[in-house]
């Protein structure tokens, strides 16, 4: 249905912010959350006019799991 979409899009770019925002403990953990609703996202809706802004949203995530490891010497 489309509030399902809209449900779902919402929650997926609610991700990155939870993940970018988190403390340490935890970043991590959320960042693989936000990658994987990402992934399950554009599965479930690839032609959704929410793609591209949430693929914009994957690739900070990325960028911020890479600054994250490199900082924590993982």
Do not use: Q
């Amino acid at each position: 249905s489309v509030f399902h979409e809209e449900n779902r899009y919402i929650l997926t770019k609610n991700s990155y912010f939870l993940a970018k925002n988190s403390v340490d403990h935890k970043k991590l953990k959320r960042i693989e959350d936000a990658i994987e609703r990402y992934r399950t996202f554009v599965f479930e809706f690839p032609d959704s006019k929410h793609v591209n802004e949430l693929t914009r949203y994957y690739n900070l995530v990325i960028k911020e799991k890479e600054v994250f490891i490199e900082e924590s010497n993982l």
